[in-house]
T-cell receptor
C-alpha cells in the first residue's frame, strides 16, 4: 500500500513554544491530506482538511490561528501547533488520499506531542 | 448522539476464535465504509474498504455493510494474538471525503 510518513514521531516541548509536524506521501501525490488528533483511548477527531495550494478547511471548534496548516506541495503538508499548552498534548495523525478508483485514505504513523 | 457508534469493549477471545466487530451509524448518506486496525501508539492501518451494501472478503477478514439497517461488521476468522489491537470503523459521504470514525474496539486475542 501507499506510504505516508510523519516527522517527528515524538516531540516534547515547553509550554508557549511552537511545534511543526510534517506529513509526507512517499510514493504518491496527494491533493488532499487530513489532520487528526487522538487523545488516549479515544477515536480520531478530524481537525482540518488540507488541499494542495489552497487554505485548509478547519472543523468546528478547531482554532485555525493555533493550528497552522500548510500544504505547499503534492507530497507535503505541515501542521504547526503555535504557543503550545499542556492541553495540546495528544497524538497527531495525518492521512493522505491516494487518488485511484477508490480514493483510499492512508494514515501516517502519528506524532506524539507532549507539552510540559 | 454520535454519528457513528462502536462498542469500545474491551473484547477478549481465545486464539482461533471468530471475532465479530460492529458499528452502527445514523447518517444514511454514508456510502464508503472502512475498517482500520491501530496498534498501540501507531497510526491506523486500513484493513477493509467497502462501497455501499454487501460483503467483502480478504483472507481472514470479512466486512459486511447493511445500509438498510445502518450497520456494518468486521469478522475475523481464526484470530491470532497478532490481531490484538484497536479496531476502528469509519465512513465517508463521498469518495476522498473526510471520514467519521467510531471510538474503536479494543481486541485481545489470548494464545
Amino acid at each position: 500500500g501507499a506510504v505516508v510518513s510523519q516527522h517527528p514521531s515524538r516531540v516534547i516541548c515547553k509550554s508557549g513554544t511552537s511545534v511543526k509536524i510534517e506529513c509526507r506521501s512517499l510514493d504518491f501525490q496527494a491533493t488532499t491530506m487530513f489532520w487528526y488528533r487522538q487523545f488516549p483511548k479515544q477515536s480520531l477527531m478530524l481537525m482540518a482538511t488540507s488541499n494542495e495550494g489552497s487554505k485548509a478547511t478547519y472543523e468546528q471548534g478547531v482554532e485555525k490561528d493555533k493550528f497552522l496548516i500548510n500544504h505547499a506541495s503534492l507530497t507535503l503538508s505541515t501542521l504547526t501547533v503555535t504557543s503550545a499548552h499542556p492541553e495540546d498534548s495528544s497524538f497527531y495523525i495525518c492521512s493522505a488520499i491516494l487518488a485511484n478508483a477508490q480514493d483510499e485514505q492512508f494514515f501516517g504513523p502519528g506524532t506524539r506531542l507532549t507539552v510540559l | 448522539q454520535k454519528e457513528v457508534e462502536q462498542d469500545p469493549g474491551p473484547l477478549s477471545v481465545p486464539e482461533g476464535a471468530i471475532v465479530s466487530l460492529n458499528c452502527t451509524y445514523s447518517n444514511s448518506a454514508f456510502q464508503y465504509f472502512m475498517w482500520y486496525r491501530q496498534y498501540s501508539r501507531k497510526g491506523p492501518e486500513l484493513l477493509m474498504y467497502t462501497y455501499s451494501s454487501g460483503n467483502k472478503e480478504d483472507g481472514r477478514f470479512t466486512a459486511q455493510v447493511d445500509k438498510s439497517s445502518k450497520y456494518i461488521s468486521l469478522f475475523i476468522r481464526d484470530s491470532q494474538p497478532s490481531d490484538s489491537a484497536t479496531y476502528l470503523c469509519a465512513m465517508t459521504l463521498t469518495n476522498a471525503g473526510k471520514s467519521t470514525f467510531g471510538d474503536g474496539t479494543t481486541l485481545t486475542v489470548k494464545p
